[in-house]
T-cell receptor, first 110, second 117 residues
Framework: GEDVEQSLFLSVREGDSSVINCTYTDSSSTYLYWYKQEPGAGLQLLTYIFSNMDMKQDQRLTVLLNKKDKHLSLRIADTQTGDSAIYFCAERGSNYQLIWGAGTKLIIKP | GAVVSQHPSRVICKSGTSVKIECRSLDFQATTMFWYRQFPKQSLMLMATSNEGSKATYEQGVEKDKFLINHASLTLSTLTVTSAHPEDSSFYIC?????????????FGPGTRLTVL
């Protein structure tokens, strides 16, 4: 079946770049998403990428998609304390349903 | 644009009572809305897909008689947790797709935290 995998934790120093990785199994996915969830809050769409793109950049965020390896990554440049959150990778399955990864908790060290 | 609201944001109820959660798309029409449930430290679990004017489609293992979904208009879907029990305590999140756009992006509500005593 469809599956999305992420590592559960990532620890980086403030000011460094963070790279959160995600792998998925459904090769027919058309859209892939990154969502951010801050403690006690709902989900915030950070960015998305269409499957015919390799890269998308939006200010400090860079999304890379390797469709051959079914690998998606989110790079956050100059990581700040406000970036502390859980980052969810998701792919769009059939009928608009999102298939979610378990989320990567980003921990910022001073 | 593309704002989704949920009401209430937090609710505490006694075991055996029913709780209704509303999900509204504020500035767009959504023919399809989704209801998710999130357990602590776990990912989101899709419960059901709600289509305006028709019956919801429930995921395997989700009791449709317990989690009643009504999508009466293009901007409102409701989830009613009937005869709530402590194990129903969770964070319920809805999302909606903008029918007029082609990105298929889902916009999420802020979530409703349900605590059943």
């Amino acid at each position: 079946g469809e599956d999305v995998e992420q590592s559960l934790f990532l620890s980086v120093r403030e000011g460094d770049s963070s790279v959160i990785n995600c792998t998925y199994t459904d090769s027919s996915s058309t859209y892939l998403y990154w969502y951010k969830q801050e403690p006690g809050a709902g989900l915030q769409l950070l960015t998305y990428i269409f499957s015919n793109m390799d890269m998308k950049q939006d200010q400090r965020l860079t999304v890379l998609l390797n469709k051959k390896d079914k690998h998606l990554s989110l790079r956050i440049a100059d990581t700040q304390t406000g970036d502390s959150a859980i980052y969810f990778c998701a792919e769009r399955g059939s009928n608009y349903q999102l298939i979610w990864g378990a989320g990567t908790k980003l921990i910022i060290k001073p | 644009g593309a704002v989704v609201s949920q009401h209430p944001s937090r609710v505490i109820c006694k075991s055996g009572t029913s709780v209704k959660i509303e999900c509204r798309s504020l500035d767009f029409q959504a023919t399809t809305m989704f209801w998710y449930r999130q357990f602590p430290k776990q990912s989101l679990m899709l419960m059901a897909t709600s289509n305006e004017g028709s019956k919801a489609t429930y995921e395997q293992g989700v009791e449709k008689d317990k989690f009643l979904i009504n999508h009466a208009s293009l901007t409102l879907s409701t989830l009613t947790v009937t005869s709530a029990h402590p194990e129903d305590s969770s964070f319920y999140i809805c999302s909606a797709s903008d029918s007029a756009r082609n990105t298929d992006t889902q916009y999420f509500g802020p979530g409703t935290r349900l605590t059943v005593l």
